[in-house]
């Protein structure tokens, strides 16, 4: 039986995602999720928490990180990766209820990349891993893509 990832509201599962834990090719045992070696791909528990504080129009706080403590690639992402316009409205959104919108394909993509630009990359990470399997997180971060193009209908 699959655990309930740390940190979901409620702590439950959804009946599909229940369903989907249950088959065999979820129950192969291959590799065995383990945080302390490193080998986990979502919903480690080091992740850190999702947050963003801007004073000032400046981002001062990224994922409980404050700024004086930013590597290269925080200070790039609170510079040049948020859309600190939807920020707030982004970072707001349940988790399931913005993966839910990645996936549908009844939201149009501009919304959808709309909010993504005003996501940190911790907030982001969660939204994905709320999504089995993972073609359905494939198609999320193909939709986000700068220069996607809509899929083509057959009929």
């Not at 969660?126 to 700068?146: D, Q």
Request: some cysteine.
């Amino acid at each position: 039986m699959t655990a309930v990832p740390a940190g979901r509201p409620g702590g439950t599962r959804i009946g599909r995602f229940r369903l989907m834990d249950a088959q065999r090719v979820n129950l192969d045992g291959f590799a065995v999720e383990d945080a302390a070696l490193g080998l986990i791909a979502f919903d480690s528990p080091d992740d850190p928490a999702p947050s963003l504080v801007v004073r000032d129009g400046r981002v001062v706080v990224l994922d409980g990180r404050a700024e004086d403590d930013f590597d290269v690639v925080d200070e790039f992402v609170a510079r040049h990766g948020l859309d600190l316009s939807v920020a707030d409205e982004a970072m707001g959104l349940p988790d399931v209820g913005l993966a839910r919108m990645l996936v549908d394909p009844a939201v149009a993509r501009d919304a959808v990349v709309r909010l993504v630009a005003g996501t940190t990359p911790a907030k982001l990470a969660r939204v994905l891993a709320t999504l089995r399997p993972v073609s359905c997180r494939r198609r999320a971060v193909r939709r986000c893509e700068p220069g996607a193009r809509p899929p083509t209908r057959r009929t």
